[in-house]
């Protein structure tokens, strides 16, 4: 006996290892055909896109262009340009000056042919090079002076930009654009240490799935090893910002966490006053490339920019419940008190958002009488875990919203009587989700179907749906009535935002027959693009393409989890599905009509700003109306399922790098 236990021990180790080990292979495979050559590109700092007018530079004329530098070096600035009229004689002189008028850097170039000729990525590009690296101010402002000499006739033809803040200025008067500059550093080799950092954590990760796999160890303890990995090589491939509203999130979470320390808070129109500098996004700081990876990975290396240490101004605070933001607000505090860099309490927030999920849904999984796979699959979807590890209150919806379904089906199928701390845990999940999206509070009307003998009477069962419902009224008019009565009301505050006018609620008060076709003509031309969205086609600010196969991948994982198990014995009847059918459809009407009436102008016939990713409180209860009992498959089904879905978040994460990587 003690020999078949070696040998299975021994089999079990076996397939560890070699799954590992074509890991390892697949990832250096990429290193070698992508990340290698990455390395030995120049790190771009500031890129201009083309865009608009040209600036024309006449012989003796000075073009003046300021630039917020975006890192505390540089060794080469790129003025890109059309064409050039004038005679290889001529020189054009560079001076960049900082804001106390001093010169730190000095150039002339005489236009030869060979210098003339050169292009990046098949635009001309007059190029400085500086001896040495030059040191500068991270996020300060310098002034490029331009002076082009030559013959009265001479003419340089640079192109315009609208990637920079400021204008370009031509002996005093100023142009409709700014010059197109790229700023950059010396070669990229961090991103060596990034890929290394990224595949050791992937490895890592998923020889602890296979190891909890093979000990048959929970659903919710593996979903805990998978979460926790795979959510920390999220936060790093996705950097800050680079989730939609991130900005607006943080400062939000940073504002609370200042008031709890008694720090300053808002200013000059609500908006929140930073002590770390170095947390603030560049213009472009919502698209990933490689800078930001080397950036944030030296950060949290405790090597951060150079800065005055005065406050900063980091955006408006949103009008959102505070509880939206607990754990972001208590992971800055605890950084804000043990000192950590900017770069360090961003991550620490990020980190406090995830590990509340994890727990939150570990304890989702747990409770489920069946279909455990629904609630895993569901919570390590892409687009889940992108929200899952960001500053959006999306985490804290999601997690509670699987909770409470989990919590639901534990009362209506499991236990045998309901008491009033059941009561109580769900009423707080309802006063929590409420106020932060009102439209999933129909989720508790999955109570209708707990059997009122659990209640003890049909009035005491009644009387529980009355105190749910009070849980989350209460709070919601407590703090969203105002917001909500100027959105149905079809308040100006989003026309002028968005620079249209929307519908607003009253507007279909009076065409109530448009309502129909709208929902018909969204559902129609939108229903493919929900769904993927909400699988994670497409992460970041919809900027980052996952492969179809990846997604479809997932989409098939999703269906198949809420299959029966054999020996499974809880079914779902007809008339409870038909229930859940209506509760899930409710939602999703509901999630529509307010982006239509607050975000769709008049006129439209598809409502506009819905993205799939807030259907993702509900995707359970629709998952589960697939659940048969025709279909019935063995319990090793689920560890098929569990590594899939391993298989397929770590194609999600080199998906990630092979299109950011190159930027």
Same mark, same amino acid.
Not at 396 to 425: C, G, P, Q, S, T
């Given at each position: 006996?003690?020999?078949?236990?070696?040998?299975?021990?021994?089999?079990?180790?076996?397939?560890?290892?070699?799954?590992?080990?074509?890991?390892?292979?697949?990832?250096?495979?990429?290193?070698?055909?992508?990340?290698?050559?990455?390395?030995?590109?120049?790190?771009?700092?500031?890129?201009?896109?083309?865009?608009?007018?040209?600036?024309?530079?006449?012989?003796?004329?000075?073009?003046?262009?300021?630039?917020?530098?975006q890192s505390d070096s540089?060794?080469?600035?790129?003025?890109?340009?059309?064409?050039?009229?004038?005679?290889? @004689?001529?020189?054009?002189?560079?001076?960049?000056?900082?804001?106390? +008028?001093?010169?730190?850097?000095?150039?002339?170039?005489?236009?030869?042919?060979?210098?003339?000729?050169?292009?990046?990525?098949?635009?001309?590009? =007059?190029?400085?090079?500086?001896?040495?690296?030059?040191?500068?101010?991270?996020?300060?402002?310098?002034?490029?002076?331009?002076?082009?000499?030559?013959?009265?006739?001479?003419?340089?033809?640079?192109?315009?930009?609208?990637?920079?803040?400021?204008?370009?200025?031509?002996?005093?008067?100023?142009?409709?654009?700014?010059?197109?500059?790229?700023? =950059?550093?010396?070669?990229? +080799?961090?991103? /060596?240490?990034?890929?290394?950092?990224?595949?050791?954590?992937?490895?890592?990760?998923?020889?602890?799935?296979?190891?909890?796999?093979? /000990?048959?160890?929970?659903?919710?303890?593996?979903?805990?090893?998978?979460?926790?990995?795979?959510?920390?090589?999220?936060?790093?491939?996705?950097?800050?910002?680079?989730?939609? %509203?991130?900005?607006?999130?943080?400062?939000?979470?940073?504002?609370?966490?200042?008031?709890?320390?008694?720090?300053?808070?808002?200013? %000059? +129109?609500?908006?929140?006053?930073?002590?770390?500098?170095?947390?603030?996004?560049?213009?472009?700081?919502?698209?990933?490339?490689?800078?930001?990876?080397?950036?944030?990975?030296?950060?949290?290396?405790?090597?951060?920019?150079?800065?005055?240490?005065?406050?900063?101004?980091?955006?408006?605070?949103?009008d959102m419940p505070k509880?939206?933001?607990?754990?972001?607000?208590?992971?800055?505090?605890?950084?804000?008190?043990?000192?950590?860099?900017?770069?360090?309490?961003?991550?620490?927030? /990020?980190?406090?958002?995830?590990?509340?999920?994890?727990?939150?849904?570990?304890?989702?999984?747990?409770?489920?009488?069946?279909?455990?796979?629904?609630?895993?699959?569901?919570?390590?979807?892409?687009?889940?875990?992108?929200?899952?590890?960001?500053?959006?209150?999306?985490?804290?919806?999601?997690?509670?919203?699987?909770?409470?379904?989990?919590?639901?089906?534990?009362?209506?199928?499991?236990?045998?009587?309901?008491?009033?701390?059941?009561?109580?845990?769900?009423?707080?999940?309802?006063?929590?989700?409420?106020?932060?999206?009102?439209?999933?509070?129909?989720?508790?009307?999955?109570?209708?179907?707990?059997?009122?003998?659990?209640?003890?009477?049909?009035?005491?069962?009644?009387?529980?749906?009355?105190?749910?419902?009070?849980?989350?009224?209460?709070?919601?008019?407590?703090?969203?009535?105002?917001?909500?009565?100027?959105?149905?009301?079809?308040?100006?505050?989003?026309?002028?935002?968005?620079?249209?006018?929307?519908?607003?609620g009253v507007y279909f008060?009076?065409?109530?027959?448009?309502?129909?076709?709208?929902?018909?003509?969204?559902?129609?031309?939108?229903?493919?693009?929900?769904?993927? @969205?909400?699988?994670?086609?497409?992460?970041?600010?919809?900027?980052?393409?996952?492969?179809?196969?990846?997604?479809?991948?997932?989409?098939?994982?999703?269906?198949?989890?809420?299959?029966?198990?054999?020996?499974?014995?809880?079914?779902?009847?007809?008339?409870?599905?038909?229930?859940?059918?209506?509760?899930?459809?409710?939602?999703?009407? =509901?999630?529509?009509?307010?982006?239509?009436?607050?975000?769709?102008?008049?006129?439209?016939?598809?409502?506009?700003?819905?993205? +799939?990713?807030?259907?993702?409180?509900?995707?359970?209860?629709?998952?589960?109306?697939?659940?048969?009992?025709?279909?019935?498959?063995?319990?090793?089904? %689920? /560890?098929?399922?569990?590594?899939?879905?391993?298989?397929?978040?770590?194609?999600?994460?080199?998906?990630?790098?092979?299109?950011?990587?190159?930027?």
């Amino acid at each position: 006996m003690k020999k078949l236990n070696k040998a299975e021990g021994y089999r079990k180790l076996l397939k560890i290892v070699v799954t590992l080990l074509v890991l390892i292979g697949l990832l250096g495979m990429m290193y070698s055909d992508e990340v290698k050559p990455i390395a030995e590109q120049r790190m771009q700092y500031v890129k201009s896109e083309v865009k608009g007018k040209l600036l024309e530079l006449k012989s003796g004329e000075i073009l003046f262009q300021k630039v917020e530098m975006q890192s505390d070096s540089f060794e080469t600035i790129q003025i890109m340009y059309q064409n050039f009229q004038g005679q290889e @004689t001529d020189v054009l002189t560079l001076e960049i000056e900082n804001t106390e +008028g001093e010169i730190i850097g000095q150039w002339e170039l005489q236009l030869t042919n060979e210098v003339i000729d050169h292009q990046t990525e098949g635009i001309k590009v =007059l190029q400085f090079n500086a001896d040495e690296t030059i040191h500068i101010k991270d996020r300060e402002v310098y002034t490029l002076n331009l002076e082009l000499s030559g013959f009265p006739e001479d003419r340089l033809y640079f192109y315009g930009t609208e990637s920079l803040h400021d204008k370009a200025n031509i002996n005093g008067s100023e142009n409709e654009q700014a010059l197109a500059v790229n700023v =950059l550093g010396g070669k990229a +080799g961090g991103v /060596r240490y990034f890929f290394f950092g990224i595949a050791v954590l992937t490895v890592f990760g998923m020889g602890i799935i296979l190891v909890l796999l093979l /000990r048959r160890e929970s659903v919710e303890k593996i979903f805990v090893g998978s979460a926790l990995v795979f959510g920390v090589i999220y936060m790093l491939v996705i950097p800050p910002y680079a989730v939609p %509203d991130e900005q607006a999130h943080f400062v939000t979470a940073y504002n609370n966490s200042s008031e709890i320390l008694g720090k300053e808070t808002v200013k %000059d +129109g609500n908006q929140a006053v930073l002590q770390e500098r170095e947390i603030l996004s560049d213009p472009s700081g919502h698209y990933p490339t490689k800078e930001r990876y080397i950036e944030s990975m030296n950060g949290l290396l405790g090597k951060t920019y150079n800065h005055s240490g005065e406050p900063v101004l980091g955006g408006k605070v949103l009008d959102m419940p505070k509880i939206s933001y607990a754990p972001q607000t208590l992971g800055i505090t605890v950084a804000r008190l043990l000192h950590f860099n900017g770069i360090q309490l961003f991550y620490m927030g /990020r980190m406090f958002a995830l590990i509340t999920y994890v727990v939150i849904t570990y304890w989702a999984i747990k409770i489920m009488p069946f279909a455990k796979m629904v609630l895993f699959v569901t919570a390590l979807l892409p687009m889940s875990m992108q929200q899952a590890m960001s500053y959006s209150y999306d985490m804290l919806v999601n997690a509670i919203a699987f909770f409470m379904i989990a919590y639901f089906f534990h009362l209506i199928y499991k236990k045998e009587r309901v008491e009033n701390k059941d009561i109580l845990i769900i009423s707080v999940c309802t006063a929590i989700i409420a106020p932060i999206k009102v439209v999933y509070i129909v989720i508790i009307g999955l109570g209708i179907l707990i059997p009122y003998q659990k209640f003890g009477t049909k009035v005491k069962k009644w009387t529980c749906a009355f105190i749910l419902g009070l849980a989350g009224v209460i709070p919601t008019v407590i703090t969203r009535i105002v917001s909500m009565a100027d959105m149905i009301g079809g308040s100006q505050g989003n026309s002028e935002l968005l620079g249209y006018e929307v519908y607003g609620g009253v507007y279909f008060l009076k065409h109530l027959g448009e309502l129909p076709k709208i929902f018909i003509e969204t559902a129609g031309e939108m229903t493919s693009y929900y769904v993927n @969205t909400m699988i994670g086609k497409q992460l970041g600010w919809l900027e980052i393409e996952i492969p179809y196969l990846v997604i479809a991948g997932f989409l098939v994982l999703l269906l198949i989890s809420a299959a029966r198990k054999r020996g499974e014995k809880e079914m779902i009847n007809m008339g409870s599905k038909v229930w859940i059918g209506i509760l899930s459809g409710l939602c999703c009407i =509901l999630i529509c009509f307010v982006l239509l009436i607050s975000w769709t102008e008049v006129g439209e016939q598809v409502i506009a700003g819905v993205q +799939g990713r807030y259907f993702l409180p509900v995707v359970p209860m629709i998952i589960l109306l697939f659940r048969t009992k025709y279909i019935v498959v063995d319990e090793k089904f %689920d /560890r098929v399922i569990m590594m899939s879905t391993a298989i397929l978040e770590i194609a999600t994460v080199l998906s990630v790098l092979h299109i950011v990587l190159p930027r």
